[in-house]
């Protein structure tokens, strides 16, 4: 089990009109609600998002509810994820010794700058579901393979 951090716009929210990025509207990124499902159930994930820096869900409940396929049914997967607080930079709200993985699609250099400082760049996996519709799948293959247990 693994602690993920979960950024939104961009690995669970996507453009809602193909090619164009931002301000055309956002829709739920294909496979958004099967990879919650997921990382509630196999891993420890965490909100990590400029929706909500303040340690608290209105602003990520908003943004989901703001896309065109919205579905009730999204709302408690949503509740069950712990924001986290943060205020300049992502990366330090991390907590760099624990087994974690970083899902986002365009972490900031300062961001990436401390992951490299610590050792752990290879913990963020990019994800960004407006180039790469299935990039969700992707992640939890991979991280799958990672956190399986070695037999031998």
């Known amino acids: 089990m693994a602690v993920l951090y979960l950024d939104i716009d961009g690995p669970l929210l996507r453009s809602a009109v193909p090619g164009a990025v931002w301000n055309a509207g956002w829709e739920i990124a294909p496979h958004a609600e099967t990879f919650l499902r997921w990382a509630i159930d196999r891993h420890t994930p965490f909100?990590?998002?400029?929706?909500?820096?303040?340690?608290?869900?209105?602003?990520?409940?908003?943004?989901f509810r703001e896309c065109s396929n919205w579905?009730?049914?999204?709302?408690?997967?949503?509740?069950?994820?712990?924001?986290?607080?943060?205020?300049?930079?992502?990366a330090a709200a991390i907590s760099m010794q624990a087994d974690f993985y970083w899902i986002d699609d365009d972490p900031g250099p300062f961001d990436l700058m401390l992951l490299e400082r610590q050792g752990r760049r290879d913990r963020w996996i990019e994800a960004n579901t407006d180039v790469f519709p299935d990039a969700l799948l992707a992640v939890m293959a991979v991280i799958d393979v990672l956190t399986e247990p070695c037999l031998g």
């Open 71 to 90: 579905d009730d049914a999204l709302e408690p997967l949503l509740l069950r994820i712990t924001p986290l607080r943060w205020d300049t930079s992502k």
């Open 47 to 63: 909100w990590l998002t400029t929706r909500d820096r303040s340690g608290s869900h209105a602003g990520i409940v908003r943004a």
